[in-house]
């Protein structure tokens, strides 16, 4: 292998002076006072490799040694990576010792020790190619496909395979004959260079299944499909964290992948001390067993942090290669953005729009690009939803990483300091705030039989209205409460309804924290009917008062279980007040 | 501080205001050296040219000056006797004390592994209701006041830091003027907590770029406190914006291309470097706790300026002052203020009631702000705005004031007494369960 000498340290960036050929991506360790820095090629000038050190680079010395490893920078893909916690380079973080993380500590990703029951699928004569289903395991009560090696090129015959029985990831479970003969020997482990997206599926359709997130907002205003891609955009302190959160709780997917990206490392202990307590709505398993977390926080080293998003994106294509819907979350790819930043400026390259380097864009859209939801090679079915979290810089969506991600993301969840101070949460921007799904035939053909087809026009008309109340809003504020006809008021607090009870949902309480598809339509019935109901008030004080006790009490109807008595008596004193 | 055997250099190549560079061998990154006895630190290393940051500035510094490294990163001696002393931004004492003996650390040491964290949930009572009540501050939390230069932020950190349940208030002073510095000198004396404050000083007399140590020294005596001696640790930071100025000064003498409003493209990651010190250890651990309170200055009240705006990233939410015109005082500002972590405290280490009755109580508050708005656009105002606009004076003065001091049920049953004077039940919006205790009771 190619070795290497330090000439030269400024930060994270070093460069080295090389032997032989390196190749752009590499991996190398640089040895120093005993500990071994683990470093990615990010530029190569003549004998001078530059490498991103993913570790402190203090004491760092000019003439320490550095050893090349040939492959660039990749994960190791198996079962028994569900409910872990890693760091952005896939170290075991529970397996590292002490209370600080030591410089140059690498711990290994999967348990070699642990035995899986391993249940064959493929039988001998079987032509297979390339990530083809061989056999499965079971973890948390997901049944896991152990696959045909990932980078196979052609096809090839199942020569052997192991009977049912116990086995470790490393243990040979098949092995597989290729046309000229050679033989290919297959463990449960899988290698892929993260930078790389995995292209093993027969086509990538428009997606078109509703994904369920329990969040009003969300589902009904908005909704984000299986397979589909959408950013939260928000200045701190409007909940974009939470409303996260919120999402990974309550999402109907199998696997749901957390990459804390250079965010704060109490958000990430919270996920991993609520989690294991927290049931999946869904299969009422503990929600850890589903998940896994990637965690970069901010104080850990910068060049990590742009490989914890790719760590995370490739586990979800592994799991997706295997016919799992997955949900991967990315808080903040702005701060993925800053780490290159922070590189393409100690490289000095010429600086793009707000010295961030010049192929933001196209790296952003071929992150985004690698969501989706796809058939696979053999008929079935895989998706990998994508929501990724946008820290505009002075809350200011006219930058960089919100402009680039505007052009790929299909889903617009722009949060709004105004409404955060009014602490009308979530703050999704109503108005601004956008699903493009809502616009696919394909989608409201699945609407149409999955809930009914006057959904999406009930959504629409919402929508209309919430459009109109804020034209009178303004309105009222120019010419005064008494400036505009009664009917106006009425208008703005039809919309003020829709506000308060559809949009407005609190992630703090048991009950209103997720609502089922069944209860949000419920809830679109109801408001849609105050919508269309006609009112006739003599004075405007009479027309608010209405309004803020109706909205009451569908307030305490949010509060009350979907059915419950309570919830009932709330429903008829509703509907008595608006047939009086 | 050179030995025998140590190299001597004598010839500098370049000098500019804040660094120095010379031709070296076997220099290690981020080492110290001193240079005719002014300490600097190795910043950038391109072969044998090694560019040095001198922290006391440049000037007087000659081409031939003697420059040794030290073969060390900056560190400081810690040990019990750091409590109740002052320091200067080396670790050097300024009350003319002693010299502390005690194990040698280097500051800025690496991160704690998030696992071995634990999720804050102690609450830190200051007796200010518009903390305790709205903005609950927990233990392990990070956050900053973000305050215009005339605000009186030195003197509300001062006090909460003198009513929080604390085992060590540790002060790192950056850019403070001389007279704050003694004000908190003397606001620590009179109240007989002189042995619980460790200071580490930088004033406006001292040479910018060595408030650059500030934040590590200080956070580095905390690890000791609160990783060794399983403590609860407080510390607070004045001013951070002068922090990022110097690292701003710093990058521009290097050649850096600067990002938003000249600061280095590596802020974010500076500053969260120095906030995610902040931390709750589990029992396993010791159960110690470093909560960090700082401040930042604004200019004008922009927080979209990258200072304030990359620190609202990273910290766990933030603190406004405003004053008051109604009742002419100083208040804690309900919308802007935030604490993120209050959740995991309130209603569980206080009482049930309490979010519902703070987030009815500040959309009434935002309620009376609109009403006024209406009142100044010369509009008639509606018997609910008369109403708001009464409960917002009462509510400022009886609790958002900075000079309050109650427990948090106090807070609570105040808040309550004020909803019933001036409102219907349904005009509040809050959970029947909570209206059914507390609506009738007297």
Known sequence: ?580 | MATAFQKIYTKIGQITKATVSLKAKGVGYDELATINGKLAQVVKIVGDDVTLQVFEGTGGIPTNAEVVFLGKAPSLKVGEQLAGRFFNAYGNPIDGGPEIEGKEVEIGGPSVNPVRRKQPSELIATGIAGIDLNNTLVSGQKIPFFADPDQPFNEVMALVALRAKVDKIILGGMGMTNDDYYFFKNTFSNAGALDRIIAFMNTTEDPAVERLLVPDMALTAAEYFAVEKHETVLVLLTDMTSYADSLSIVSNRMDQIPSKDSMPGSLYSDLAKIYEKAVQFPESAGGGSITIIAVTTLSGGDITHAVPDNTGYITEGQLYLRRDSDIGKVIVDPFRSLSRLKQLVSGKKTRKDHSQVMNAAIRLYSDAANAKTKMENGFDLTDYDNRCLDFAKEYAGKLLAIDVNLDTTEMLDVTWSLFKKYFKLEEVNIKKEFTDVYWNEE
């Not at chain 1, 459009?467 to 039809?494: C, M, S, T």
């Open chain 1, 1 to 580: 292998m190619t070795k290497g000498t330090v000439s030269g340290v400024i930060a994270n960036m070093v460069t080295l002076a090389v032997d032989g050929p390196v190749k752009q991506g590499e991996i190398c360790y640089i040895e120093t006072g005993g500990d071994k820095l683990m470093s990615e090629v990010i530029k190569v000038v003549g004998n001078d490799v530059y490498v991103q050190v993913f570790e402190s680079t203090r004491g760092l010395k000019v003439g320490a040694p550095a050893e090349f490893t040939g492959h660039m920078l990749e994960v190791q893909l198996g079962p028994g990576m569900l409910s872990k916690n890693y760091d952005g380079l896939q170290n075991d973080l529970d397996k590292m010792e002490g209370v600080f993380l030591k410089r140059g500590q690498y711990t290994e990703p999967l348990d070699k020790e642990r035995e899986w029951d391993f249940e064959p699928l493929a039988k001998v004569g079987d032509e297979v190619e390339a990530s083809a289903w061989l056999g499965e395991v079971e973890e948390n009560s997901q049944k896991l496909k152990i696959m045909a090696p990932f980078q196979m090129e052609g096809k090839a015959k199942v020569k052997s395979i192991v009977k049912a029985g116990k086995y470790k990831i490393h243990d040979v479970v098949a092995v597989l004959e290729k046309a000229d003969g050679t033989e290919v020997k297959v463990d449960m482990v899988q290698h892929w260079p993260v930078k790389f997206a995995m292209t093993n599926y027969k086509e990538k359709p428009r997606p078109f299944k509703l994904l369920e997130t329990g969040v009003r907002t969300i589902d009904t205003f908005n909704p984000i499909v299986e397979g589909g891609t959408g950013f939260i955009p928000g200045p701190f302190g409007t909940g974009k964290t939470v409303l996260q959160h919120a999402i990974s709780k309550q999402a109907e997917a199998d696997i749901v992948i957390i990459a804390a990206c250079g965010e704060r490392a109490n958000e990430v202990v919270e996920i991993f001390t609520e989690f294991p307590e927290l049931d999946d709505p869904h299969t009422g398993r503990k929600l850890m067993e589903r998940t896994i977390i990637i965690a970069n926080t901010s104080n850990m080293p910068v060049a990590a942090r742009e490989a914890s998003v790719y760590t995370a994106m490739t586990m979800a294509e592994y799991y997706r290669s295997m016919g799992l819907r997955v949900l991967l979350m990315a808080d903040s790819t702005s701060r993925w953005a800053q780490a290159l930043r922070e590189m393409s400026n100690r490289m000095e390259e010429l600086p793009g729009p707000d010295a961030f380097p010049m192929d933001l864009g196209a790296l952003i859209s071929n992150f985004y690009g690698r969501a989706g939801y796809v058939y696979l090679n053999n008929g079935e079915i895989g998706s990998i939803t994508f929501i990724g979290t946008v820290s505009p810089a002075g809350g200011n969506l006219k930058e960089p990483v919100t402009e680039n991600t505007k052009k790929v993301a299909r889903c617009f969840y722009g949060l709004e300091q105004d409404r955060a101070d009014k602490k009308r949460y979530p703050a999704v921007n109503p108005i601004d705030s956008y699903s493009k799904y809502l616009e696919y035939p394909e989608f409201a053909e699945y609407i149409s039989k999955k809930i009914n087809d006057k959904w999406i026009p009930k959504v629409l008309e919402l929508k209309t209205r919430m459009q109109r109340g804020k034209e009178i809003a303004e309105q009222i504020n120019i010419l005064g409460d008494d400036g505009v006809p009664v009917d106006y008021h009425i208008v703005f607090w039809k919309s003020e309804i829709i506000d308060f009870v559809l949009l407005q949902q609190d992630a703090f309480d048991e009950v209103d924290a997720v609502t089922s598809i069944e209860r949000q339509e419920a809830i679109l019935d109801l408001v849609t009917e105050i919508c269309e109901t006609d009112f006739h008030f003599e004075h405007f004080e009479e027309c608010v008062d209405y309004f803020r006790k109706l909205i009451n009490l569908c307030k305490q109807m949010n509060y009350s279980q979907f059915q419950s008595e309570q919830y009932n008596d709330f429903v008829s004193q509703i509907k008595a007040m608006l047939a009086a």
